[in-house]
């Protein structure tokens, strides 16, 4: 283009602009990039003041046609946007005008400018598209213009054959966020975990009523990362979340009551109290129902009828015992207190027992109510002197701390001799870690706690146990996403992993032996079961 006269370009799209050709008019800017920047300039200032319909076609080219010189021109995207900024009406136009083959930058434009008149244009463009790129700008407007006339269409591509349209698809619906369009997304899910996820955070985000029972029936899922992530959902919701968890209750389902109490809990709103506490009067029949029960009540804020709790201490279950000793010293009244050095007043293998678990549960509230009773501290010397030294050294420090020196120099036990094989034990409720705490020293073994699998994960890089005890449902990394993690390192005779959970799905069984697990042994647990297990694999 060595004889291209600038002069002659200028004159020709002037007379251009006046006639309104368009084609002459790109066959003019077809050259632009050939041109020194003030012909440049000079071209796009006359465009500039055509009138719309001749300017925005060819600003159109350039940005498709010319990019290299639109992107070292910003003015002339930012003149066509001024343009149609200006007249919304003319956008819809070119939109639909069959002269103007690349939409791409109108399409964009109507999504930015949630220009709901554009609908019924982007839903005949993309019936005739057969171009994935552009269905995929054109699902992205629909979604920002948040139409509910777009939904059929937004559901078709729910079952595109291209990955890519179907998630554009889901997150178009959840900007639509109708009860209608939550419907529909509750309709696709169960088939791709990672498609599930994202409608998951949607409902989570929408927090429609749909929404929430979608959410609030994930709880039943027969995968351990969908309840989990469904749990985590449930507890950023809140109180919200409250009246519909509260109806789960109500279910027989052991497990699905189990986790709406878990979600219960950590949500703390004094509204769950009075159904939990009516469930436990009808003393349900699985002690993990009954445990989960006493742990959320430890969470809530409990006025009147906490006495009730002191009920718990007589519960066949340890683990049930404990729980309700926690709730106990949450909500610790003297009224609590009493009742409590009741129980320990009945016959001598209850009264041993509930002593044992005080000690256990680590309850520093009820402990200094009642070490000024001879019975307790009786009883509890029983057991305090070989307890695990971190509980014993926190209970001196707690007697030493309440100027009771008599009673601290008594549980001082004595030094142990040779060094306990580790166990490993993961379990996202700190309750539970304390009755591993105790049950793996009653055994022998000195216990490795770990209430975050990450950080077991980041220990066993370097150390190796004698082997490994690990929830099921937990935040952020399930029990089996740490054993998979554990076998890269370790196999199974290597390292064992025993799954200690208290939900017994086919599915979440098969997943975990299929990640490397040894064995499955259900909550809850004592030292016969779960020193029973541990053996059964040392010494099988």
């Known amino acids: 283009m060595a004889d291209l006269n600038p002069q002659h370009m200028i004159e020709e799209i002037q007379d251009n602009i006046k006639t309104g050709d368009l084609l002459k008019g790109q066959l003019v800017l077809a050259h632009?990039?050939?041109?020194?920047?003030?012909?440049?300039?000079?071209?796009?200032?006359?465009?500039?003041?055509?009138?719309?319909?001749?300017?925005?076609?060819?600003?159109?080219?350039?940005?498709?046609?010319?990019?290299?010189?639109?992107?070292?021109?910003?003015?002339?995207r930012e003149t066509m946007l001024s343009i149609l900024l200006a007249y919304p009406d003319k956008l819809i136009a070119f939109l639909g005008s069959p002269t103007i083959e690349d939409k791409s930058e109108l399409i964009r434009l109507v999504g930015e400018l949630r220009l709901e008149e554009a609908t019924s244009v982007l839903l005949e463009l993309i019936a005739a598209s057969e171009d994935d790129a552009e269905i995929l700008n054109i699902i992205e407007s629909l979604g920002l213009i948040g139409d509910p006339e777009?939904?059929?269409?937004?559901?078709?591509?729910?079952y595109a054959a291209s990955r890519e349209l179907i998630i554009a698809a889901v997150q178009a619906l959840g900007q639509v966020g109708t009860p209608s369009a939550m419907h529909r997304l509750a309709e696709r899910m169960g088939t791709d975990n990672e498609i599930d996820y994202l409608i998951?955070?949607?409902?989570?985000?929408?927090?429609?009523?749909?929404?929430?029972?979608?959410?609030?029936?994930?709880?039943?899922?027969?995968?351990?990362?969908?309840?989990?992530?469904?749990?985590?959902?449930?507890?950023?919701?809140?109180?919200?979340?409250?009246?519909?968890?509260?109806?789960?209750?109500?279910?027989?389902?052991?497990?699905?009551?189990i986790h709406t109490m878990n979600v219960l809990g950590d949500i703390g709103d004094e509204s769950a109290?009075?159904?939990?506490?009516?469930?436990?009067?009808?003393?349900?029949?699985?002690?993990?129902?009954?445990f989960a029960a006493y742990e959320a009540l430890a969470l809530l804020p409990l006025k009147k009828g906490a006495y009730t709790?002191?009920?718990?201490?007589?519960?066949?279950?340890?683990?049930?015992?404990?729980?309700?000793?926690?709730?106990?010293?949450?909500?610790?009244?003297?009224?609590?207190?009493?009742?409590?050095?009741?129980?320990?007043?009945?016959?001598?293998?209850?009264?041993?027992?509930?002593?044992?678990?005080?000690?256990?549960?680590?309850?520093?509230?009820?402990?200094?109510?009642?070490?000024?009773?001879?019975?307790?501290?009786?009883?509890?010397?029983?057991y305090l002197p070989h307890t695990h030294k971190d509980i014993r050294d926190h209970y001196h420090k707690l007697l030493v701390q309440a100027g009771k020196n008599d009673f601290a120099k008594k549980i001082t036990g004595e030094e142990e001799q040779g060094v306990r094989p580790k166990v490993v034990a993961v379990d996202d409720s700190r309750m539970i870690l304390n009755i591993y705490k105790a049950t793996l020293h009653e055994l022998g073994y000195d216990p490795v706690l770990f209430e975050f699998p990450a950080s077991a994960v980041e220990w066993l890089r370097t150390e190796k146990p004698l082997m490994v005890l690990t929830d099921l449902n937990m935040p952020e990394m399930t029990g089996i996403q740490l054993s998979e993690k554990i076998r890269e390192k370790y196999d199974a005779k290597i390292l064992p992993i025993i799954m200690v959970t208290t939900q017994n799905e086919s599915q979440d069984n098969d997943a975990a032996l299929a990640a490397g697990v040894n064995s499955i042994l259900h909550k809850p647990f004592n030292a016969k079961s779960l020193g029973a297990a541990m053996d059964k694999i040392l010494k099988g």
């Open 32 to 76: 632009i990039r050939d041109v020194d920047l003030k012909t440049r300039n000079r071209l796009i200032y006359y465009l500039t003041r055509a009138d719309a319909e001749f300017s925005v076609p060819l600003f159109i080219y350039l940005l498709k046609h010319q990019a290299e010189v639109a992107e070292e021109m910003p003015i002339i």
């Open 150 to 158: 777009a939904i059929n269409t937004l559901t078709d591509y729910l």
């Open 200 to 257: 998951l955070s949607i409902f989570s985000q929408v927090q429609d009523q749909i929404s929430l029972e979608k959410l609030n029936d994930t709880l039943r899922s027969h995968y351990a990362h969908m309840r989990t992530f469904a749990k985590t959902e449930l507890v950023r919701i809140g109180p919200k979340a409250v009246p519909i968890l509260i109806e789960n209750l109500l279910h027989d389902d052991p497990d699905l009551r």
């Open 273 to 290: 109290v009075i159904p939990i506490r009516k469930l436990l009067s009808n003393e349900p029949k699985s002690a993990n129902v009954r």
């Open 309 to 382: 709790l002191t009920a718990g201490l007589t519960d066949p279950e340890d683990h049930v015992c404990i729980a309700a000793a926690r709730a106990i010293d949450r909500n610790f009244s003297s009224i609590l207190g009493a009742g409590t050095k009741n129980l320990l007043r009945g016959p001598e293998k209850e009264a041993r027992h509930i002593a044992k678990i005080i000690v256990n549960a680590q309850v520093d509230n009820v402990f200094l109510f009642l070490a000024d009773d001879e019975v307790f501290v009786e009883l509890a010397l029983i």
